[in-house]
């Protein structure tokens, strides 16, 4: 995978996540001059860093921006958008886009760029597939917090995840972020085959 622009621009002027990436804003807002120029940097580091991956085998990139939902529309289209079409176009391979909080962003998204949406927990996930349309596939949604709680909590949110998707060709059956470090792996081997169980003869 690769960073998306406005995650490692955050890391690279906050030095940690922040809740509301006010410094980012305030650069953003208060120097256009100097932010484009680095979104610009950054672009051109990051498609030859997955260009640079597909050549040494990879089969599919994802984009993972992971707190660009900090961001407005208006903000993202101005901001961001631009430069992570131009990331996601710099490769001949499948492409997943993937970013946290994006309800309100999940079209312009899908405009920017990536054969797959990666969907958080919070957004339910036929929602969500309706929003970025049927020719994306989507990937997604539970809630990775649910694995510390009992197995028939897990089941249930699990189950729903896959009702949403319907059977339909194009769901990638995944977390709506990453794996915490203290998940239990026997709950995570379950969950696959729960998952495998379910959706045996379902089209990929």
Known sequence: FCGGPFTVAGYLIEGKPSREFLAVKRLMYAHPEVWHPLMEKLTVAFSSYVRAKVRAGADVIQLFDSWVGALSPADYAEFVQPYSARILAAVE???IHFGT????LLRQMADAGGDVIGLDWRIPLDWGWEVVGADRGVQGNLDGAL???PWERVERATLDVLARAAGRAGHIFNLGHGVMPDTDPDVLGRLRALVHEQTAGVPA
């Open 93 to 95: 391979c499948p492409t």
């Open 101 to 104: 909080g994006t309800a309100t």
């Open 147 to 149: 694995l510390f709680g």
